[in-house]
């Protein structure tokens, strides 16, 4: 399976809403200028993201974008699964339009792309957007700090 420009920037807008969000709404355009990604193209993502239910926006000066659920909640499978369709290695359509699928052809859906199709799915639905920005935070030196008073 090979992702398409629209799934690949989808999720790093994502990912970058979710890091510069911080309880406001965050314009269109620096995310736009952050990732290094169209506007034009970007507003077409954020429609289908908001259409989704991942995303909700104001309108406004201080409009933008915020994710209409925690971090936590909000799994990277289901914003690939609402940019690109079903996550699946193979066109299952193409692979099983003939009633006549040969053993060998039966064989392998069963033994190899049912499999990962499979782990594809379930390594989607493992991430969530919290932990890519948790990742994100570790990976530039940057922690959580807790405060005790």
């Keep these: 399976m090979k992702f398409s420009t629209k ?10 809403l ?14 736009a ?5 169209s506007m034009n193209y970007l507003e077409q993502v954020f ?4 259409k989704s239910g991942l995303v909700k926006s104001v309108k406004g000066a201080q409009g ?10 909000i799994k990277v499978g289901r914003i690939l699964r609402v940019l690109e369709g079903p996550l699946s290695v193979i066109d299952e359509d193409a692979e099983n339009s ?5 053993r060998i052809q039966s064989c392998i859906r069963m ?14 639905d493992s991430l969530t957007l919290e932990d890519l920005v948790d ?15």
């Excluded at 990742?135 to 008073?149: L, R």
């Design 18 to 31: 979710a890091v510069h969000a911080k309880g406001e709404h965050v314009a269109l355009c620096s995310i």
């Design 135 to 149: 990742n994100y935070w570790k990976m530039n030196g940057i922690e959580d700090t807790m405060y005790y008073i």
């Design 98 to 102: 003939t009633e006549n699928e040969s």
């Design 111 to 124: 033994c190899v792309w049912d499999k990962m199709n499979e782990s594809l799915n379930d390594l989607a």
């Design 64 to 73: 933008g974008y915020i994710l209409s659920e925690s971090p936590a909640d």
């Design 47 to 50: 429609s289908v993201l908001r």
């Design 7 to 16: 799934g690949r920037y989808g999720l790093r807008a994502m990912v970058d």
């Design 33 to 37: 200028e952050r990732q290094g990604i």
